[in-house]
């Protein structure tokens, strides 16, 4: 026997086995023992972090196929894997940001190939897509800013401030029925009320070995987070910040939701998930989120100027500032009690001021900032004795404008006025009772969000960032299926316009 039939016996033989049968043979079970073995004892001898590593390429690779074929699913995916990002980085360095980056593009290159064929951009026609646009080449620019101390800064931030905007087009693009709306919602909903199940479990179980050893590797994360003696609760997240703001918004979205027609069961969920959540953000301890909420309550309230929901807001503030005036002990009433008094919150704002009104000559005399990535945990590491680099500017508004200078900040500021006029538009035009209470959440999340944008930066931190471009392309699509904002207010068709069957194929595929 030859040399080539002896290749082509066995490729035969492997494409019968492995092809045709697909390992469903005695073959298929050694090898995958062996694979087994293999990988057991590379995990013993070289420890859990290539497990990890090993699990996150099986996953990611078809993962990342998976976006490509179906961006629906793909954003799914990524509202999922942005919860876990800061948990996964405390257990190992591994690079699950870029992974977030990776299936955005992929997103966005499968949606380019299919508009070769289709050649149908009306999914962009909105008013909201120009403004991110203009954002998005605001900061592409800043690569050029001559002021600008280091390119690799621009590159780090940029992921952050522009390239998690290509979500938006990513939503607007796949959301094409009112059931990939409701599934992505419920996906959002889970992974808050999941993150607040982990945070209460921090609280009255403990934290595991990694936190506490990550807690304890740096003085500062230390300091921040173990107050009036005890440990604030952080969940997935990096610090309690962060999950306390996700929290308030995350219960004002389920409180907005239980006004809807949906059964007594769903509210009650809502319900019970809007509460721990509440006790979730008590126990991380931040007062940005405290403040958040009530303003939360006060625009639903607005929003919806109904009898018994304005009496629920006035006995709500009645039995809030009966709590902020009563003494306690508590630790946790306490930060929450800080949060209004101006003896002790006062001082943080008014070195917030002082800072501030320092760095205002800087942002008057440079109109298109000090560069991308100029402040903050880049601006440290890549320009380490600038200026800027040890300005702590405690602030999305004011890093935008230190960044980006005072000309980025108005583009900035009017990209959030549109967002907020827009939605707010939507939610009064639109007429059927489910896309109007999801309207409610989405529009009471955006005010939230822009009010939490002067103390912290709220909308770049994940998983929030994720969060706001995905519900950001659900409002601009969701009136799309409303039949008396189409017969009324929209004057041009959309080709891709929902239709009634395109929810029964998911239902039945589901």
């Known amino acids: 026997m030859s040399a080539s039939q002896a290749i082509e016996n066995i490729q035969k033989w492997l494409r019968a086995r492995v092809i045709l049968q697909k390992l469903n043979n005695p073959t298929g079970l050694i090898l995958l023992a062996c694979v087994a073995i293999v990988v057991g004892l590379l995990i013993a001898y070289l420890g859990i972090k290539l497990g990890i590593v ?23 995916v990524i509202i999922v894997v942005c919860f876990f990002v800061q948990f996964i980085g405390k257990h190992v360095n591994a690079p699950i940001g870029t992974l977030l980056d990776a299936m955005m593009f992929v997103m966005i290159f499968s949606i380019l190939v299919n508009q070769i064929r289709k050649r149908d951009w009306s999914f962009l026609r909105n008013p909201v897509t120009i403004p991110v646009l ?39 693009y796949a959301l094409t029925s009112k059931m ?33 050893a990550w807690l304890m590797s740096d003085p500062e994360r230390y300091q921040l987070i173990v107050q009036w003696g005890r440990m604030r609760i952080f ?23 239980a006004t809807g027609p949906y059964r007594l ?45 304005i009496m629920a807001g006035f006995m709500f503030f009645i039995l809030g500032a009966g709590l902020m005036m009563k003494g306690t002990s508590n630790a946790v ?29 800087f942002i008057h005399t440079h ?48 990209v959030l ?4 006029t827009t939605s707010v538009k939507y939610y009064l035009r639109v007429k059927d009772p489910e896309i109007k209470v999801i309207y409610l959440g989405i529009t009471v999340f955006f005010f939230v969000l822009t009010l939490a944008s002067y103390p912290q930066e709220a909308i770049v931190q994940l998983p929030t960032s994720i969060i706001f471009y995905s519900l950001l392309g659900i409002m601009v699509r969701l009136k799309d299926f409303d039949p008396h904002y189409q017969k009324y207010y929209e004057k041009k068709p959309i080709k891709n316009r929902y239709t009634a069957t395109e929810d029964t194929e998911l239902e039945q595929n589901q």
Request: with cysteine; hydrophobic share 55%; charged share 10%.
């Open 54 to 76: 090993m699990l996150a390429g099986i996953i990611g690779l078809p993962a990342l196929a998976a976006c490509f074929v179906n961006p629906r699913f793909g954003i799914g």
């Open 134 to 172: 203009i954002w998005i080449f605001i900061n592409l620019i800043q690569v050029a800013n001559p002021v600008a101390g280091s390119k690799m800064a621009w590159l780090y931030t940029v992921r952050s401030m522009a390239g998690q905007n290509l979500l938006f087009f990513i939503a607007c």
């Open 180 to 212: 990939a709306i409701k599934t992505i919602l419920k996906v959002i909903l889970a992974m808050l009320l999941l993150a607040a199940l982990y945070g209460l479990k921090q609280e009255f179980i403990g934290f595991s070995s990694t936190e506490i």
């Open 235 to 257: 969940s997935f997240f990096s610090d309690p910040t962060t999950y306390g703001i996700v929290m308030a918004y995350g219960a004002l979205i389920c409180i907005s939701l």
């Open 265 to 309: 069961f769903i509210k009650g969920v809502l319900l019970v998930s809007a509460l721990l959540m509440l006790m979730s953000m008590a126990y991380g301890g931040s007062r940005t989120p405290v403040v958040l909420f009530p303003f939360g309550i006060v625009i639903f309230v607005l929003l919806t100027l109904r009898k018994e929901y």
């Open 333 to 361: 009433l306490f930060r929450i009690q800080s949060a209004f008094d101006p003896d002790t919150s006062g001082d943080t704002m008014n070195v917030r001021f002082e800072n501030q009104k320092r760095i205002q000559p």
């Open 367 to 414: 109109p298109f900032g000090g560069g991308l990535g100029s402040t903050g945990l880049w601006g440290r590491r890549f320009t380490p004795n600038s200026m800027l680099a040890q300005f702590p500017h405690d602030s999305g508004f004011v890093r935008v404008a230190v960044e980006l200078g005072w000309t980025g900040l108005i583009v900035y500021m009017w």
């Open 417 to 420: 006025f549109v967002i907020l």
